[in-house]
């Protein structure tokens, strides 16, 4: 079985912000730097270019477009294949990082075949 490729950090604050039900453009950028402890920042362009890709994976559905103060406002909603694409990232992070914590209590000198540094 081929394991999917890591999901960039953008695509996955993107994905988990529409978690809690559909946002519209705004919302989502908003979502996602709150949802990152602030460290991913979504420039507009980048935001509609991730979805579009998302939307033509099937991961991201528009679900309303409407006219508010003479500007279209769409609104995207995560989609069941989105959801899934979601929490496969999300438990390949956490393997990742359980591999990291379960070997923490080792140093680099204590791993086999490595010699301590002498200063």
């Known amino acids: ?43 507009t362009g980048t935001l509609y270019t991730a979805l579009d890709r998302l939307t033509a994976d099937g991961h991201v559905q528009l679900v309303s477009e409407q006219m508010v103060g003479g500007r279209l406002r769409r609104s995207y909603g995560l989609t069941e294949d989105g959801a899934t694409a979601l929490r496969a990232e999300a438990q390949r992070m956490a393997e990742a990082a359980r591999i990291v914590a379960d ?9 086999p075949g490595r010699k301590p540094r002498t200063a």
């Open 103 to 111: 070997a923490a209590p080792r140093t680099v000198a204590g791993l």
């Open 1 to 43: 079985m081929t394991r999917p490729s890591a999901m960039r950090e953008p695509t996955y604050f993107v994905l988990a912000s529409l978690l809690a039900g559909p946002l519209h453009g705004y919302g989502i950028i908003k979502r996602a730097e709150e949802l990152s402890g602030g460290r991913v920042r979504l420039a």
